[in-house]
């Protein structure tokens, strides 16, 4: 009998139920894909001439996240997502991790698999780019809570080689991968496999972070042919700090950087349209989770586009802080709708907290909220600000931009004060025309920027003279 009732308990902490368009759902499957560098322009839900007919497919059948924002640079934005908390609450804010610093996300920090391990959720894996701190080994994947890891510490790898500085970063677990290919498709390959594994043991969790379409922009042949790639005529030339003598990032190129990124763009469709066909062979798709966004704007000179938005990369101007993204659950609510409530990276773990059933507190208190409600169509709004980093913050209705903030990428010389839903392309100050907006949302920004934390990410550069990367990558202390 006492065998009984822990095995009856077991399963209830594993498969709890709550209701979902009237009826009682299982917990789900959870997987974020997530782009990198992926322009707001860059999909053909938002009218680009690259061909990503499986993302758009996806916006179709899901929910089309319009007003979904991130931090303007990649390691912020992962850090943001797998917290629920700005990154400037850990230092992470002005830049990226580069290979060269011995900086790491703070250990104390709770991770989204470590929220979900204790909701019953056995496997969860991280596939790609890890890019949140890699000098020690606590800074790694599996100490983070994470099951499984496949993928490179590093951004910025090389496509086809799987090398940075020098050495490998290729990983199985904490192992050495040689595995050959191209890097979108070793990543698809990973989560089709993990999908088929951990579906005798759902509920799963997957963080899928491609590297594409970062730089360097490197492509397949058969994705280059797709748009009017000649190999008899001449390639690009180098791009900035991302090709050197030993050949690092010189493979796979085409005629332009533009017809580089968007045959990059449609290898990552392919892989995401495997991962969505791999749920639907298993009979899993109703009760899986799927979101996709890209992790900021697209980077300057690199290919990539925003569209009719303003700015790109490294700003907080909506072409480098938007995102497209995407949230599909069929058992839980009903797709083929837009969603206008401002959004974004910060409100994943908590969102992910409601729908696992976790009742206790997080282990810090989270800046985001859950947007289960929103998607679920309970809420068509919910009142809420989110801090673009910066001396910029956005509502609902309202983005405050200060200059002279600190980010040397932004040309603002003056406060700006935009009606954002009227005016998406951020055109006309309405600052004098709106005094106690702008009052009220200066003393929220200034509040947020005057966050410090011990630990700080140092200067990009910084360390990167006389850097040597160690053999393959392997960390061990």
């Known amino acids: 009998m006492n065998k009984l009732i822990k095995t009856l308990a077991l399963a209830l902490l594993i498969c709890p139920s709550f209701h979902g368009l009237g009826q009682q759902v ?15 322009g860059d999909v053909g839900f938002h009218g680009s001439d690259i061909k990503t007919p499986n993302i758009d497919k996806l916006s179709r059948e899901g929910l089309i996240l319009n007003h979904y924002y991130t931090a303007p640079v990649c390691s912020p934005t992962r850090a943001g997502l797998l917290t629920g908390r700005y990154p ?37 894996a991280v596939l790609g780019k890890w890019h949140l701190g890699h000098a020690k080994k606590e800074y790694l994947p599996l100490q983070r809570g994470f099951t ?40 698809s390959d990973e989560a089709v496999k993990c999908i088929q594994n951990y579906s005798k043991e759902s509920p799963f969790f997957m ?7 970062h730089g360097p922009l490197q492509a397949k042949d058969e ?14 030339g180098k791009m900035s700090g991302y090709e050197d003598e030993s050949g690092y990032g010189s493979l796979g190129k085409g005629n332009t950087p533009r017809q580089t990124y968007a045959a990059m763009v449609t290898s990552l469709d392919s892989g995401i349209g495997r991962i969505l066909n791999t749920l639907k062979e298993l009979g899993i798709e109703d009760n899986t989770l799927v979101l996709f966004q890209s992790d ?18 490294f700003q907080e101007w909506e072409g480098g802080v938007r995102a497209p993204a995407i ?17 974004g990276y910060i ?17 810090k208190p989270y800046d985001g909220l859950s947007m289960l409600s929103v998607w679920k169509g309970e809420k068509k709004q919910v009142d809420r600000n989110i801090y673009l980093g910066y001396g910029s913050i956005i509502s609902n209705q309202w983005k405050l931009v200060k200059a002279n903030s600190g980010n040397e990428k932004m040309k603002a010389s003056d406060d700006m004060l935009f009606e954002i839903i009227k005016d998406p392309f951020e055109e006309k100050n309405v600052r004098l025309a709106h005094p106690e907006i702008y009052k009220q949302l200066n003393a929220m920004v200034s509040e947020f920027d005057a966050i410090k934390s011990s630990l700080q990410v140092p200067p990009y550069g910084e360390g990167r003279k006389g850097f040597k990367a160690p053999k393959e990558w392997k960390i061990t202390r």
């Not at 299982?26 to 707001?40: E, F």
């Not at 994705?223 to 690009?236: A, M, V």
């Not at 900021?296 to 990369?313: D, I, M, W």
């Open 148 to 187: 499984h890891f496949y993928g490179h510490y590093n951004g910025a790898i090389d496509y086809f080689t799987h090398m940075r500085e020098g050495e490998l970063d290729w990983h199985n677990d904490e192992e050495s991968s040689y595995d050959k290919g191209y890097s979108t498709d070793l990543i």
């Open 347 to 363: 409100d994943v773990a908590p969102t992910l907290r409601e729908i696992a059933g976790i009742k206790t507190s997080p282990a």
């Open 327 to 343: 949230v599909k659950w069929p058992a839980a609510f009903k797709g083929g709708r837009t969603i206008e409530q401002v959004m």
């Open 296 to 313: 900021n704007g697209a980077a300057p000179n690199e290919g990539g586009t925003s569209g009719k938005l303003r700015g790109l990369k």
């Open 223 to 236: 994705d280059l042919f797709l748009y009017g790639y000649d190999s008899s005529r001449p390639k690009f």
């Open 207 to 213: 963080y899928v972070a491609f590297n594409a379409p």
């Open 26 to 40: 299982k917990k789900p499957n959870i997987i974020i894909i997530l782009a990198d560098d992926l322009g707001w």
């Open 88 to 124: 400037n609450r850990f230092g992470l804010r002005q830049t990226v991790i580069p290979p060269w610093s011995d900086f790491g996300l703070d250990i104390t920090e709770e991770f989204i698999p470590q929220m979900l391990q204790a909701a019953g959720y056995l496997n969860r």
